[in-house]
T-cell receptor, first 115, second 114 residues
C-alpha cells in the first residue's frame, strides 16, 4: 500500500522569508501524481500545486514550487516570500494514475507565519 | 463550473443516535465521489469512494455506511453513533473521464458525538 510521510508536524517562518516543507512517499507504481493541499482555519482543502511523476520538471505556481526527487521518493514544497495568509495546515498527497483516483494523505504540517 | 456542497456544516449528536451527512456536486456528470474523515490534528483517512450510482467501496471497517442514490449525490450514514465517530468529514469528487488525479473538496462537516 502507498504511504505518505510528513516528518515536520509544525513549522514556522518569518513573514517574507522562505520555508520548505518535507514529504516522502512509498509506492511501487511508476506513474502517479503528487499534490500539496492547504487547509486554512476554514478547513476547506485547497490545491496548492500538482506534480505528475513522468514530468522531470518541477512544478511551480507563483510563490510555490516543489522539489520532486523521484528516485528518492521525495516531494518537498517551497514557499517563497511567505505571507500571513499562507498560515495553514499543509498536506502532501499521492494518487496513482488510473483506477478510482484515491488520494493518500500525509499527516500534515502546521505552518505558522510570524509577522 | 463545478461546485460541491455538503451539509450540515456542524452537528452535535448523542451517542447512539443516527447520522446523515449529505454531499452534492453540480456542474459535472459521472464524478467519482469520496468521503474522508479527519480526526483532530490528524491527516485525512479515506472512508468510502464511489465510481457510480449504487457502487460503494469501503476502505476501513467501521460504524458508518455510504450510499449514492443519484449520480451527483453522496450520503454518509450511521444507525448508531459512537464517541469515536467524532471528527471532521470531508466530501470530495474527481473527474471520472479526465484522469488528473486531483480531488475537489467540500467545505466539511464537523461532527461531535457526546
Amino acid at each position: 500500500a502507498q504511504t505518505v510521510t510528513q516528518s515536520q508536524p509544525e513549522m514556522s517562518v518569518q513573514e517574507a522569508e522562505t520555508v520548505t516543507l518535507s514529504c516522502t512517499y512509498d509506492t511501487s507504481e511508476s506513474d502517479y501524481y503528487l499534490f500539496w493541499y492547504k487547509q486554512p482555519p476554514s478547513r476547506q482543502m485547497i490545491l496548492v500545486i500538482r506534480q505528475e511523476a513522468y514530468k522531470q520538471q518541477n512544478a511551480t505556481e507563483n510563490r510555490f514550487s516543489v522539489n520532486f526527487q523521484k528516485a528518492a521518493k521525495s516531494f518537498s514544497l517551497k514557499i517563497s516570500d511567505s505571507q500571513l495568509g499562507d498560515a495553514a495546515m499543509y498536506f502532501c498527497a499521492y494518487n496513482a494514475r488510473g483506477g478510482a483516483q484515491k488520494l493518500v494523505f500525509g499527516q500534515g504540517t502546521r505552518l505558522t507565519i510570524n509577522p | 463550473s463545478q461546485t460541491i456542497h455538503q451539509w450540515p456544516a456542524t452537528l452535535v449528536q448523542p451517542v447512539g443516535s443516527p447520522l446523515s451527512l449529505e454531499c452534492t456536486v453540480e456542474g459535472t456528470s459521472n464524478p467519482n465521489l469520496y468521503w474522508y474523515r479527519q480526526a483532530a490534528g490528524r491527516g485525512l483517512q479515506l472512508l468510502f469512494y464511489s465510481v457510480g450510482i449504487g457502487q460503494i467501496s469501503s476502505e476501513v471497517p467501521q460504524n458508518l455506511s455510504a450510499s449514492r442514490p443519484q449520480d451527483r449525490q453522496f450520503i454518509l450514514s450511521s444507525k448508531k453513533l459512537l464517541l469515536s465517530d467524532s471528527g471532521f468529514y470531508l466530501c470530495a469528487w474527481s473527474f471520472r473521464s479526465l484522469n488528473t488525479g486531483e480531488l475537489f473538496f467540500g467545505e466539511g462537516s464537523r461532527l461531535t458525538v457526546l
